[in-house]
């Protein structure tokens, strides 16, 4: 299958023309095979003189095979150590010394890390990259950020996207299924995101499109009707959860970065690598963000609770929590960057009187998502992580998490928000 690209680039009833940079999304059994040919033909991706394959250990393994004939025309391929392997400055530095200085096209072969690395370094030497997932693991395939750890702190940064994808499918589906898992659980995480970003507009006014909310929310569909297979390895239903995860991509790139995709479940997600409040857990992206979903779902049902029955108050907002910031962040030599990433405080932008006002459209909208009871159900269903214990962290780290992954980001969810809101009695 290939995915229609032009139906995105229409102007878009936000008032906007979103861009979609990606060229091409092929999602098949095979698909490498057509990267091989784009390869040698003397158009386009053929004028190509010096491209280099990037993968590590375990993706390597993964796609040698059908890659053979594309590695024997490419100027040589570097293989990163799986180990310790993570989308950070050490890993931009050791694929940085390695590459090639001729290298005109980089071709990233492996999951979350490998893309992020390969779209940095593609972005800061102004060359082109292609993706070959390895893996339905992630939905940051096709995004023109990467996710990286710089210094300690989590930043999204500016990068490139791929020129194009080649999702082949007899090579992610044959993934460890613990990646699958994690690719399901990213995309359930859009419950929350989405539920965020219309109550910061809701609230605050800031800017939203409902398109770019509809694909997401058709992302979600197709997950759905897919998951129940994946553990079965339909190869089917492996190329809908590929869909699925790049459609999300897509809604990313349409906006130009990732808030239709991540919000308060990715913060939590944010704060456990940053070991503020944690030792270092070996959890999978995914793995974190539906573990954060859950626990954010359940204040988010709290406080809904509390909206109907007439006992959550608005309260003035009182500054961001410096002191308790000193106390976590600072202790790891976080607080100045901290601090710098809250400004300017997204909080200064709600009006205690306007968040009264939409105490209860808020609530219609959290209703929305699946209760945190349905959402295990599914996640459990198909082996996915739900509890803080399976990601190695204990139940007593959550109120703690709740309360300091909002400052991860300068981005508003409605966890942020609820420092404004007094609920419990
Ligand atoms: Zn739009
Ligand atoms: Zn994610």
């Known amino acids: 299958m290939q995915i229609d690209l032009e139906q995105f680039r229409k102007p878009c009833t936000c008032g906007k023309t979103h861009e979609i940079s990606v060229k091409g999304i092929w999602i098949d059994e095979g698909a490498v095979r057509h990267l091989y040919e784009m390869l040698t033909e003397e158009v386009e991706l053929g004028t190509f003189i010096a491209p280099v394959i990037v993968w590590d250990e375990n993706t390597r393994e993964a796609a040698e095979t059908a890659m053979e004939d594309i590695a024997d025309i490419c100027l040589e391929d570097i293989c990163l150590e799986s180990e310790d392997l993570h989308a950070n400055n050490q890993g931009v530095a050791i694929l940085d010394e390695n590459l090639p200085e001729e290298t005109d096209l980089l071709i990233a072969v492996g999951s979350g890390t490998i893309h992020d690395l390969c779209r940095y370094v593609a972005y800061h030497r102004g060359i082109p990259f292609v993706s070959v997932p390895t893996a339905a693991s992630v939905d940051g395939f096709v995004s023109t950020v990467a996710a990286m750890t710089w210094n300690g ?25 613990r990646l699958t898992a994690s690719g399901i659980s990213d995309l359930l995480g ?77 913060h939590m997600s944010h704060l456990w690598e940053m070991e503020i409040i944690n030792d270092h857990i070996d959890a999978l992206h995914g793995e974190k963000v539906s573990v954060g979903m859950i626990q954010v779902r359940k204040r988010y049902e709290r406080i809904v609770n509390a909206i109907r029955d007439g006992r959550c108050k608005v309260k003035e907002y009182e500054g961001m929590e410096e002191q308790l910031l000193q106390r976590t962040f600072g202790a790891k030599g976080l607080y100045e960057q901290t601090l710098e990433e809250n400004t300017p405080d997204p909080m200064l932008l709600v009006s205690p009187f306007r ?32 509890s803080m214990e399976q990601i190695g962290l204990t139940d007593a780290l959550v109120e703690d998490s709740l309360n300091l992954s909002p400052y991860v ?16 009695v």
């Open 409 to 424: 980001r300068n981005r508003l969810s409605f966890n942020r928000i609820s420092k404004m809101l007094e609920y419990e």
């Open 153 to 177: 702190m989590k930043k999204t940064m500016p990068a490139a996207a791929p020129l194009y994808v080649f999702a082949d499918t007899n090579i992610f589906k044959e993934a460890p299924y």
């Open 355 to 386: 968040l009264e006002e939409m105490l209860i459209p808020i609530a219609d909208i959290l209703d929305e998502i699946p209760s945190a009871k349905k959402l295990e159900k599914i996640l459990k269903e198909a082996d996915c992580c739900v």
């Open 190 to 266: 859009k419950y929350i995101a989405l539920a965020d970003w219309k109550i910061a507009h809701l609230v605050t006014g800031e800017y939203l499109c409902q398109e770019t909310c509809r694909l997401e929310y058709q992302a979600l569909e197709e997950v759905l009707s897919c998951i129940n297979y994946l553990n079965r390895g339909d190869s089917e239903a492996y190329e809908k959860l590929m869909y699925a995860l790049l459609l999300s991509g897509l809604a990313m790139q349409m906006i130009g970065n990732s808030r239709p995709a991540s919000c308060a479940e990715h």
